[in-house]
Nanobody, 122 residues
Framework: QVQLVESGGGVVQAGGSLRVSCVASGLTFSVYTMGWFRQAPGKEREFVATITQSGFRIYSNSVKGRFTASRDNAKNTVYLQMNSLKPEDTAVYYC????????????????WGQGTQVTVSS
């Protein structure tokens, strides 16, 4: 079955950087669009970034210019490089996959990882 496993979360000071990863198995990774979402305590899950099969990227306004999504199809892995982190970036970060094009809607993604906690201290 399809599995998505995130890693790389942790605690970082404001202004710092962190890279989270998501390894996929049980699917043909190269044909999947991969998305990143996050959920802070007491808030709804929100879109962060998506990267399509061809490498086209969409970012939320809140992370544009600071976060970069990338993928390595040979390793079945998608990354989210997070720079200039802010306390408001604190959340559980989830990767998700879908077979069609890029989407900012969580309901459009069929497969989800378990999430990795990112905490940014001020």
């Amino acid at each position: 079955q399809v599995q998505l496993v995130e890693s790389g979360g942790g605690v970082v000071q404001a202004g710092g950087s962190l890279r989270v990863s998501c390894v996929a198995s049980g699917l043909t990774f190269s044909v999947y669009t991969m998305g990143w979402f996050r959920q802070a305590p007491g808030k709804e899950r929100e879109f962060v970034a998506t990267i399509t099969q061809s490498g086209f990227r969409i970012y939320s306004n809140s992370v544009k210019g600071r976060f970069t999504a990338s993928r390595d199809n040979a390793k079945n892995t998608v990354y989210l490089q997070m720079n200039s982190l802010k306390p408001e970036d604190t959340a559980v970060y989830y990767c998700a996959g879908r077979l069609d094009g890029g989407s900012m809607k969580s309901k459009d993604y069929n497969n989800w990882g378990q999430g990795t906690q990112v905490t940014v201290s001020s």
